[in-house]
């Protein structure tokens, strides 16, 4: 297996995440952003948001080297911010690199996954425990991702309830990341359910590698977006499906009620 990452490599960074912010706010004191911090990696997360509730501005744009999301807060929560966390691995190691420099202390990550396991259907919740590593961010930082734990501030056990009593199926099963969507192969999906896994993302693995390395906390929150098809004779994968904007509009609801919840009110520890 090839490694990229070298335990011995103790020379900084070319681009590194502090000077970054720091020549955004040149003179002036790094900007600190609230301890919690919902990052959404769908689209529909911020303009919802806005929409359903009174949100104020905490930072225009996230400063960093790829995502520049705007950084909100709601009024009376002050102690969690929302914003877009980017597409894919690269991205959002960028965001939690940047957020770990800000002061964030405990990250929720609100996407969508692929279903590869017979028993998902679409508008289903899956809330991993741990996160198969198939994309390359996480080789950058450790030596053999493999599964990467997450570690939530609160209790998988109370988020799956707090959604079953939304209406929700939910699965606390494992899933994979991916940065190679058209090499989703029905071999390397059955790999994949060979390791315990059921659905797939883009951003969960190398979210849950960064904030564990940084002693971030972290908790991940997937609605299946789409049913793979099991076999090659199976009918052929599509996307969501007639009232999936509506089921995607109350998991980004949902998933706010959860943040500003009494879980995610509690100081960590």
């Not at 679409?122 to 053999?144: F, Q, R």
């Not at 940084?214 to 499906?241: A, C, F, Q, Y």
């Given at each position: 297996?090839?490694t990229?990452?070298?335990?011995?490599?103790r020379?900084?960074?070319?681009i590194?995440?502090?000077?970054?912010?720091?020549?955004?706010?040149?003179?002036?004191?790094?900007?600190?952003l609230?301890?919690?911090a919902v990052?959404f990696?769908?689209?529909?997360g911020?303009?919802?948001?806005?929409e359903?509730?009174?949100?104020?501005?905490?930072?225009?744009k996230?400063?960093g080297?790829?995502?520049?999301?705007?950084?909100?807060?709601?009024e009376?929560?002050?102690?969690i911010?929302?914003?877009?966390?980017?597409?894919?691995?690269?991205?959002?190691a960028?965001?939690i690199?940047?957020?770990?420099?800000?002061g964030?202390?405990?990250?929720c990550l609100?996407?969508?996954?692929?279903?590869f396991d017979e028993?998902?259907?679409?508008?289903?919740?899956?809330?991993?425990?741990?996160v198969?590593?198939?994309?390359?961010?996480?080789?950058?930082?450790?030596?053999?991702?493999g599964?990467?734990?997450v570690r939530?501030?609160?209790?998988?056990?109370?988020?799956?309830s707090?959604?079953q009593?939304?209406?929700?199926?939910?699965?606390?099963?494992?899933?994979v990341?991916?940065?190679a969507v058209?090499r989703?192969t029905?071999?390397?999906e059955?790999?994949?359910?060979?390791?315990?896994?059921v659905?797939?993302?883009?951003?969960?693995?190398?979210?849950?590698?960064?904030c564990n390395?940084?002693?971030?906390?972290?908790?991940?929150?997937l609605?299946v977006?789409?049913?793979?098809?099991?076999?090659?004779?199976?009918?052929?994968?599509?996307w969501?499906?007639?009232?999936?904007?509506?089921?995607?509009?109350k998991?980004?609801?949902?998933?706010?009620?959860l943040?500003?919840?009494?879980?995610?009110?509690?100081?960590?520890?």
């Amino acid at each position: 297996m090839v490694t990229w990452f070298d335990p011995k490599d103790r020379s900084k960074p070319v681009i590194d995440p502090r000077r970054q912010i720091e020549s955004k706010y040149p003179d002036m004191d790094i900007p600190v952003l609230p301890p919690k911090a919902v990052v959404f990696c769908l689209g529909r997360g911020l303009p919802v948001l806005k929409e359903h509730y009174p949100c104020f501005p905490i930072m225009e744009k996230l400063p960093g080297f790829i995502t520049h999301s705007e950084v909100l807060g709601i009024e009376g929560n002050p102690n969690i911010c929302f914003l877009h966390g980017g597409y894919a691995a690269p991205q959002i190691a960028c965001t939690i690199e940047t957020l770990y420099v800000l002061g964030v202390k405990e990250v929720c990550l609100v996407g969508l996954c692929g279903g590869f396991d017979e028993r998902l259907s679409v508008g289903d919740i899956v809330l991993p425990e741990k996160v198969w590593s198939e994309e390359g961010t996480s080789l950058h930082y450790l030596e053999a991702p493999g599964f990467a734990e997450v570690r939530p501030a609160g209790s998988l056990a109370e988020f799956s309830s707090f959604f079953q009593g939304k209406g929700y199926q939910v699965w606390r099963e494992a899933t994979v990341t991916t940065d190679a969507v058209y090499r989703q192969t029905f071999q390397k999906e059955q790999f994949w359910r060979e390791k315990g896994c059921v659905a797939v993302d883009m951003e969960a693995s190398a979210l849950v590698n960064l904030c564990n390395l940084r002693g971030i906390k972290n908790t991940v929150i997937l609605m299946v977006s789409d049913r793979h098809p099991i076999r090659e004779e199976d009918s052929g994968w599509s996307w969501g499906g007639a009232d999936f904007a509506e089921l995607t509009r109350k998991f980004i609801l949902d998933s706010i009620d959860l943040a500003i919840d009494s879980y995610w009110r509690k100081e960590n520890g």
